[in-house]
């Protein structure tokens, strides 16, 4: 187990193999098993079998082809409506709170990862797909979800066809603090993970790209506002109180 996560990589290349049902029984099995707050379990995954919506979520996400060709694609959402028409409770209010947004992402995100770990261990590989959000109110739409179910994310999922090798994380110092935030080492760490980062890129796009870690998270924030979330969430019923 210690080594299948040391060598997690993301995969989006996969072999034309199906994933059996018995093994998409054990990885939403294995994600139902997952932390969650309470045992409230505010989450849903909808499997995708539609090759029309896969198509859409792939156009949606910016034209990542891997969620077509994806023998298994899951959509995983943030779930209070479950819990708000099942579940008496004197002030419905609440479910519009920050708290309770926060713990559906939490469940959410904390059940993909069991679903991807257990993926890993039957042999698949895969990889998790932000991009959705790109438009929500579109995928929610696709999926005619009710208010109160957010999509997240797309966990893709299949055999891999391909190894694109580890990349670099931050040093374990940066991350990992003991009592308080001691961030007096932090910089000259990062300048010594932004000279890695660059000559992994480096090597890896065989000299296209030499990019650090910085340069690169910069993009990443720059293309990545999606300030028109706020607004959607607030209009299924989330983060309004």
Same mark, same amino acid.
């Given at each position: 187990?210690?080594?299948?996560?040391?060598?997690?990589?993301?995969?989006? %290349?996969? $072999?034309? $193999?199906?994933?059996?049902?018995?093994?998409?029984?054990?990885?939403?099995?294995? /994600?139902?098993?997952?932390?969650?707050?309470?045992?409230?379990?505010?989450?849903?995954?909808? +499997? &995708?079998?539609?090759?029309?919506?896969?198509?859409?979520?792939? %156009?949606?996400?910016?034209?990542?082809?891997?969620?077509?060709?994806?023998?298994?694609?899951?959509?995983?959402? /943030?779930?209070?409506?479950?819990?708000?028409?099942y579940i008496h409770v004197?002030?419905?209010? &609440?479910?519009?709170?920050? +708290?309770?947004?926060?713990?559906? #992402?939490?469940? #959410?995100?904390?059940?993909?990862?069991?679903?991807?770990? /257990?993926?890993?261990? =039957?042999?698949?590989?895969?990889?998790?797909?932000?991009?959705?959000?790109?438009?929500?109110? +579109?995928?929610?739409?696709?999926?005619? =979800?009710?208010?109160? &179910?957010?999509?997240?994310?797309?966990?893709? =999922?299949?055999?891999?066809?391909?190894?694109?090798?580890? $990349?670099?994380? =931050?040093?374990?110092?940066?991350?990992? %603090?003991?009592?308080?935030?001691?961030? #007096? %080492?932090?910089? +000259?760490?990062?300048?010594?993970?932004?000279e890695t980062m660059k000559?992994?890129?480096?090597?890896?796009?065989?000299?296209?790209?030499?990019? #650090?870690? /910085?340069?690169?998270?910069?993009?990443?924030?720059?293309?990545?506002?999606?300030?028109?979330?706020?607004?959607?969430? $607030?209009?299924?019923?989330?983060?309004?109180?």
């Amino acid at each position: 187990m210690i080594n299948l996560l040391m060598n997690h990589v993301s995969i989006r %290349k996969f $072999k034309d $193999k199906e994933v059996d049902q018995g093994s998409i029984d054990t990885i939403i099995e294995c /994600a139902q098993m997952a932390p969650t707050s309470n045992n409230l379990q505010t989450y849903t995954i909808i +499997e &995708v079998r539609d090759e029309n919506k896969k198509e859409k979520l792939s %156009k949606i996400s910016g034209g990542q082809n891997w969620v077509v060709e994806a023998p298994l694609v899951l959509l995983f959402c /943030a779930d209070l409506n479950r819990s708000k028409k099942y579940i008496h409770v004197s002030d419905t209010e &609440v479910f519009g709170n920050a +708290e309770l947004y926060t713990v559906a #992402t939490l469940d #959410t995100a904390l059940a993909a990862q069991k679903a991807l770990i /257990a993926a890993q261990s =039957l042999g698949l590989g895969g990889v998790v797909i932000g991009g959705i959000r790109n438009d929500m109110e +579109e995928v929610h739409n696709i999926f005619k =979800l009710p208010d109160l &179910v957010a999509p997240l994310f797309l966990l893709c =999922l299949g055999y891999p066809d391909d190894n694109p090798g580890l $990349k670099p994380r =931050l040093p374990k110092e940066v991350v990992h %603090k003991i009592d308080y935030y001691d961030d #007096t %080492k932090d910089r +000259e760490l990062i300048d010594e993970y932004n000279e890695t980062m660059k000559k992994y890129y480096n090597e890896r796009t065989h000299g296209k790209s030499s990019e #650090t870690w /910085a340069e690169k998270s910069s993009k990443a924030f720059s293309r990545s506002k999606r300030d028109q979330i706020d607004d959607f969430l $607030k209009a299924i019923g989330f983060l309004n109180k």
